[in-house]
């Protein structure tokens, strides 16, 4: 029951199904689709299948950019490079000929290489010049966030607990650091990340941890929730959004806990505020935007944690992590559409429909215009006129 209840989590968190055990009358509903006046339509440039896509399945499998390349896989196992500029198949490889790969922990590009984690618990290096398998380990449980390559090694966060180092040109374990996981918790995990020789990540317990990223050796583990309430999803705490370094901080957040930003040299906390959240967020300038567990679109000032707007108009329709692209924030939600808003306002400036069968990653940004894929492995290539 436990891990059926991992597996829903996330979809049932935002129909609020499990909101504080809600009656009938207080149950909330996907918000209707705003009326928005589009000031502008994007104009696509080539559109081009990625296998069967991700389908209804919990997946950050976003297309990556690098080596004058776009990569992009499907749950199955379906890895194709294409080129940037037409969206010509440059190469395809099948991880799952024989069974399902369950690809699921992202795309990360460094070394020459390809790297992809599964639900299997694989972690991949693919050649990004041919598709050519380098090496294939396994690793202590599912590997559902992007991994992270630096120092000549890769690093990925699983789903039971354990961050694991990998070399990069071989596939040997370097080290590997284990950490309790609570019987309940949301389904996806905290990409890692590194700076100045640490390694800082989110861990399923509410902790944000920090190793040496040459030995695995651990720092310290700080709380970013504590557990609260009578039930144990009440009580439920997890932090699945990738840590942000800016500057001289490092901003963390969690779900049933808090945003909050530390001073990197001092390792002491600037700033804390209670936000919740289970998507990724960035920051930009002096500002950090950031999608709710209720899908609200909120902008914060990163230097004192003042909240700037806060959109409440997308409520509950599953949105995506916010990116920025042409000076906009941009959310896509369950039903395939994208939500352009103005940074400094919150306003609605623009909307599409990209498809029917929703979203499940946020679009990326290259050079001369950005990305989309549905969960159907459909995947364009788009420009804003």
């Known amino acids: 029951m436990q891990k059926a209840l991992k597996r829903a989590l996330p979809l ?90 369950l690809l699921s922990g992202g795309l990360t590009l ?55 180092a990998l070399d990069a040109e071989t596939g040997e374990q370097k080290w590997r650091i284990g950490n309790e996981v609570p019987n309940l918790t949301l389904r ?7 700076v100045g020789g640490g ?9 944000l ?18 557990p609260k309430g009578a039930t144990e999803i009440d009580r439920l705490v997890d932090v699945d959004s990738t840590p942000v370094i800016s500057g001289d901080r490092l901003y963390v957040l969690g779900y049933n806990g808090h945003l909050f930003a530390m001073d990197l040299r001092s390792g002491q906390p600037v700033w804390k505020r209670n936000y919740s959240a289970y998507n990724d967020f960035f920051v930009a300038g002096n500002r950090i935007f950031l999608t709710t567990d209720k899908d609200h679109v909120v902008a914060i000032d990163a230097r004192s944690g003042t909240e700037l707007w806060e959109n409440k108009d997308l409520q509950y329709r599953l949105l995506t992590a916010p990116v920025a692209i042409s000076g906009y924030i941009v959310v896509g939600d369950a039903e395939g559409y994208l939500h352009w808003l103005d940074p400094d306002t919150g306003e609605f400036v623009a909307q599409q429909q990209i498809n029917n069968s929703g979203l499940a990653v946020a679009p990326v940004r290259v050079d001369d215009g950005y990305l989309v894929m549905d969960r159907e492995g459909d995947l364009r290539k788009l420009q804003i006129p």
């Not at 004058?68 to 395809?92: C, M, P, Q």
């Not at 996806?188 to 590194?194: E, F, N």
């Open 188 to 194: 996806g995990d905290s990409a890692p990340v590194t």
């Open 12 to 101: 049932l968190l935002a129909l609020g199904v499990l909101a504080g055990c809600a009656s009938e009358e207080e149950a909330v509903q996907m918000a209707p689709l705003p009326v928005v006046k589009s000031e502008f339509a994007p104009k696509q440039i080539w559109q081009h299948q990625i296998g069967d896509g991700v389908g209804q399945y919990f997946s950050r499998l976003s297309p990556a950019v690098g080596y004058d390349k776009i990569f992009a896989a499907d749950r199955d196992g379906k890895v194709y490079a294409l080129n940037s500029e037409t969206g010509k198949k440059l190469w395809e490889v099948n991880l799952g000929e024989e069974n399902p790969a």
């Open 209 to 226: 941890g920090a190793a040496l990223m040459n030995s695995g050796q651990v720092l310290w583990q700080i709380p970013v929730g504590s």
């Open 110 to 164: 460094s070394y020459g290489k390809v790297f992809i984690g599964s639900e299997n618990g694989y972690v991949i290096a693919l050649d990004e010049e041919t598709g050519e398998t380098k090496w294939k380990t396994q690793v202590n449980g599912e590997v559902l966030a992007k991994p992270l390559a630096d120092e000549g090694m890769v690093v990925v966060n699983t789903s039971r607990g354990t961050l694991v």
């Open 199 to 207: 390694v800082f990540w989110g861990m399923a317990n509410g902790r």
